[in-house]
């Protein structure tokens, strides 16, 4: 609703504040960007050179689970103030769907 | 004219209710369906003990006894316990954190009547050619096999009340976590939100496995997929798992809320902060945690293997520490306190042993070895009646003493309360503490009948006297809850006297809107620190009067759930392969359910506005009732 929005009136001290915040985050980004595509470099590089898939398919998914997190915290904002919860939840759930894809992968089907 | 212009009668009281999403008027729909679904339960229950009351009774046939034992299961857990303790969620833990109302009033309608019509659906299949007879584990060898419709209204049933379940905890969880009032930060929240909270959590992780294995069971018994079935390539082991991963962490979705019900007990009637608050909330949040690292323990005896049995036996034994401290803390909060035995006080101490018994049964089970003796024995029934009923039932029953006058106005009968709990406490053992001996005399579970040489005939007597005193229990219960409600005597925002949580800041029922302002939370127990500082007005409050944006009432969700409800009979007749009708049902259902999401989308419903006129006027109004009350008798327990 129309009424409902504010108008934000910043100081320059605040103004300068959130233009340096801006850039560090627009750093992290980038630097995370280029880690990205060296980590996908990798993993083309791995399976192009034909090496043992039981080298392979371990490597490949430890760098998915790099990218992943890159992912949520660079581009997701998942660092920001206010994420804790979110985090807290997303962490316990993966951690949790972990253990549970293991203990079945081991006692059901090895 | 806003909505809060009340209209009486009965027909638009219905309509009300129907179309309500007033969270605490959604907690008296829970109470009363789930309230009968219980009834429901403990007649099959009834059932079960009169057939086993004397060797080779043919009160039940064998298929029958299957059928009433497979249904007093799913339904206490799924259609009785769950609702109960959604009801005190609802009605309480909003008021506890100050808020509004829950974060979406509309899914907290949906979640109900997904509920209720998914229960309805289930116990349909009593009249429609049999109920499911396969255990309410439901395993996937035994199912498969199963004739008649019963497991296929088990699966569907189930599918829609899941779904139901699931929306009530995504709810819950937004709620605690956003709309808490200003100073009610996470370790200051009331036990109860904080098991309302975990609980919630284990049922957003819970709930998905139990909806894909039902998924696998729907398609293979309807549409001839082999998930389960051995000789196609299938693995039937994979549905115990999938059942169990949600099973265990689903036991402690009940057993966690009951722990909150008592420890809002325990602090208020021995009039002390609870002993250890930081040490109980994280026992909670470790409890939820270990509930999903343990659920093989329930398949010991299916051939996993040592190493598998040994590393889930360990996990299980963890379990006992966190439990352990949440005794221990209650134990002391007790001690040295101001202690008054009401009704609610006396299940609480109760609870103690009970549930205690129940605990040290479950690590007896966790170790591997003998629960290759105990498996699949009365032991077993022992066990979890144990920890089920001398926990989460005990927990309902207190917890109805405790928040019958926050959610109706009135006050039950101490007396009668206190009759209740002899006859449900004294028969509660009686029926159950005889059968561990049962189990290991060797009675396995899940039998009809048995025989008169077995020796087993005493005990099997005892235990079903025990379940009539149970009974006799709950039926002045009933009594109790009619009586309280013909005489009618209001009562006021505190009626305990020693109420400490901001629930009972507010008036007994608390008016549509919750708190006119919103309070200010200073610290633990906030309504107890401003009495303790004798604030005459009850609270502080965090903001000016003002207007109040309410959501309007929606009949959509009942109309939502009504579909799937008609889509289920649709998917499960359809199979008959003779039925012309069935595959044109099934569409109409889904039509009206995704008609109903339609039109809920693109019809803009803004709510309306209590004005702050009104809510002067409203105020005046509740202060009135409140001097004509105390003018004339004191309300409540003082």
């Given at each position: 609703m129309a009424h409902d929005t504010h108008d934000i009136h910043r100081s320059r001290a605040e103004y300068e504040f959130v233009k340096r915040k801006r850039a560090t985050e627009m750093r992290g980004q980038l630097t995370s960007f280029a880690i990205m595509i060296f980590l996908t470099l990798i993993a083309f590089t791995l399976v192009a050179a034909e090496f043992s898939p039981y080298l392979i398919v371990p490597i490949l998914l430890l760098l998915a689970a790099i990218q992943v997190v890159l992912q949520l915290y660079?581009?997701?904002?998942?660092?920001?103030?206010?994420h804790g919860m979110m985090a807290f939840f997303m962490f316990s759930g993966m951690f949790i769907a972990f253990l549970t894809v293991l203990a079945m992968v081991t006692i059901v089907w090895w | 004219m806003s909505s809060n212009a009340q209209k009486t009668g009965f027909g638009a009281t219905i309509w009300d209710y129907i179309t309500t999403v007033d969270h605490k008027k959604i907690a008296i729909l829970y109470l009363i369906s789930g309230g009968f679904f219980f009834l429901v339960g403990g007649v099959e229950a009834m059932l079960i003990r009169i057939q086993l009351?004397?060797?080779?009774?043919?009160?039940?046939?064998a298929g029958t006894y299957n059928e009433v034992l497979t249904m007093h299961g799913t339904t206490m857990i799924f259609l009785a316990a769950m609702p109960i303790l959604f009801a005190f969620m609802n009605s309480i833990a909003p008021l506890q954190i100050g808020a509004?109302?829950?974060?979406?009033p509309f899914l907290n309608s949906l979640g109900f009547w997904l509920f209720f019509f998914g229960g309805v659906f289930l116990n349909l299949s009593w009249f429609l050619g049999g109920a499911p007879d396969?255990?309410?584990?439901?395993y996937a060898s035994l199912a498969l096999a199963s004739e008649g419709h019963g497991i296929d209204f088990y699966s569907l049933g189930l599918t829609i009340s899941g779904f139901g379940s699931l929306i009530a905890g995504i709810n819950f969880l937004v709620t605690i976590i956003n709309m808490?009032?200003?100073?009610?930060?996470y370790m200051r929240m009331p036990l109860f939100t904080w098991t309302t909270f975990v609980a919630s959590a284990l049922i957003l992780l819970a709930f998905p496995p139990l909806t894909v294995g039902i998924f696998f069971m729907i398609f293979d018994r309807?549409?001839?997929?082999?998930?389960?079935d051995v000789t196609m390539?299938?693995?039937?082991?994979i549905w115990e798992h999938f059942f169990w991963i949600f099973g265990h962490p689903e036991v402690y979705i009940l057993i966690l809320p009951a722990f909150g019900i008592f420890s809002e007990i325990f602090a208020i009637f021995s009039r002390?902060?609870?002993?250890?608050y930081t040490a109980l909330v994280f026992a909670t949040i470790l409890i939820g945690f270990y509930g999903f690292m343990v659920w093989a323990h329930h398949m010991f005896?299916?051939?996993?293997?040592p190493t598998a049995n040994a590393v889930f036996a360990l996990a299980t034994m963890i379990i006992a520490v966190p439990t352990g401290i949440k005794i221990f803390n209650w134990l002391l909060t007790i001690w040295g306190g101001s202690i008054s035995f009401t009704v609610p006080m006396i299940y609480a101490v109760a609870f103690i042993p009970s549930f205690t018994a129940g605990g040290v049964t479950g690590v007896m089970q966790a170790i591997a070895p003998l629960d290759y003796q105990?498996?699949?024995?009365y032991f077993i029934v022992a066990h979890f009646h144990y920890v089920i009923v001398g926990g989460v039932v005990l927990a309902i029953l207190a917890g109805t003493h405790l928040y019958w006058p926050k959610m109706f106005g009135t006050m039950l009968s101490e007396k009668l309360g206190k009759w209740t709990f002899w006859f449900f406490f004294i028969g509660f053992h009686l029926t159950f503490f005889i059968q561990h001996f049962l189990g290991l005399m060797g009675m396995p579970r899940r039998v009809y009948t048995f025989g008169?040489?077995?020796?087993w005939d005493l005990f099997n007597a005892i235990s079903t006297v025990g379940a009539f005193f149970m009974a006799v229990g709950v039926i002045i219960l009933l009594v109790n809850v009619v009586m309280t409600t013909i005489k009618n005597e209001r009562v006021g925002?505190?009626?305990?006297?020693d109420g400490r949580t901001l629930?009972?800041?507010?008036?007994?029922?608390?008016?549509?809107?919750?708190?006119?302002q919103t309070p200010l939370v200073r610290g633990l127990d906030p309504y107890w620190i401003e009495k303790m500082e004798g604030n005459k007005e009850g609270m502080i409050y965090a903001e000016p009067l003002g207007d109040i944006h309410m959501p309007n009432n929606s009949f959509i969700p009942f109309v939502m759930s009504l579909g799937m409800f008609v889509a289920s009979f649709g998917a499960l007749y359809?199979?008959?392969?003779?039925?012309?009708w069935a595959l044109p049902v099934l569409i109409i259902g889904l039509g009206i359910t995704f008609g109903s999401m339609l039109v809920r989308s693109w019809k803009d419903d803004l709510g309306f506005i209590v004005t702050k006129e009104e809510l002067i006027a409203d105020q005046e109004r509740i202060q009135r009732e409140a001097q004509a009350r105390e003018g004339g008798k004191n309300g409540g327990l003082k």
């Open positions: 660079h581009f997701m904002h998942m660092g920001n103030k206010g | 009351m004397k060797a080779g009774n043919d009160f039940l046939s509004r109302d829950v974060a979406f396969a255990g309410w584990t439901n808490r009032a200003p100073g009610m930060t309807l549409f001839g997929a082999n998930f389960f390539g299938g693995n039937t082991i002390k902060r609870l002993f250890g005896t299916t051939g996993l293997g105990l498996h699949d024995s008169a040489d077995q020796g925002n505190d009626p305990w006297g629930e009972w800041a507010i008036p007994s029922p608390p008016p549509f809107y919750n708190f006119a359809h199979l008959d392969g003779d039925k012309a």
